[in-house]
């Protein structure tokens, strides 16, 4: 994986990355984690484990709940579109999963969203876009500032 600059990620002290798709993004994900091992990341797989037909949100779930646990502090999310497990992942007050498609929606998401979840389409990104995207995704730090404030506003319910 191209990763703009490895050390980089010494910034977010990383232990692991979570990924998870469908069977819609389950190439994609084989082709990421094997880069993201090459680089050296440890990389936890909560499936699935073939192309074979299943549903995102079983394997969505999983990864969300990790990340809200603390388990993980970032994860990767592959389906179709990127659009459902995406919508999975947010569920959860401790993700804040960005669908990425390019590399400038993967730093804008971490910029100024403090992105902690990568999601991609499958269907409109290939294997050379993926890696470009992550490698974005994770090498770019969180501005703050600003952003801070509204970031921190994500997770406040309003009151009827």
């Given amino acids: 994986m191209t990763v703009h600059n490895v050390e980089d990620r010494e910034i977010f002290e ?12 389950y190439g994609l994900k084989s082709y990421l984690v094997n880069k993201l091992i090459e680089k050296g990341y440890e990389v936890k ?8 037909s299943v549903d ?3 394997f969505g779930h999983p990864l969300g709940q990790a990340i809200d646990r603390g388990e993980e502090e ?3 999310a592959i389906c179709y ?3 459902g497990i995406n ?11 960005a669908l990425c498609w390019n590399r400038e929606t993967a730093t804008l998401a971490r910029r100024h969203n403090n992105g902690n979840v990568c999601s ?25 500032g600003r952003h801070e404030r509204r970031v921190n ?7 009827k």
């Fill in 120 to 144: 991609l389409p499958a269907h409109f990104v290939s294997e050379e876009q993926a890696e470009e995207i992550v490698a974005a995704f994770l090498s770019t730090p969180f501005e703050g």
């Fill in 81 to 83: 579109s990127g659009n």
């Fill in 14 to 25: 990383m232990k692991t990355i979570g990924i998870a798709s469908d069977h819609a993004g």
């Fill in 45 to 52: 797989d909560y499936g699935t484990d073939s192309d074979n």
């Fill in 74 to 76: 970032w994860g990767i």
């Fill in 56 to 58: 995102y949100p079983d």
């Fill in 87 to 97: 919508m999975v992942l947010n569920r959860y007050a401790g993700v804040r999963a």
């Fill in 153 to 159: 506003k994500i997770n406040r319910r309003t009151e």
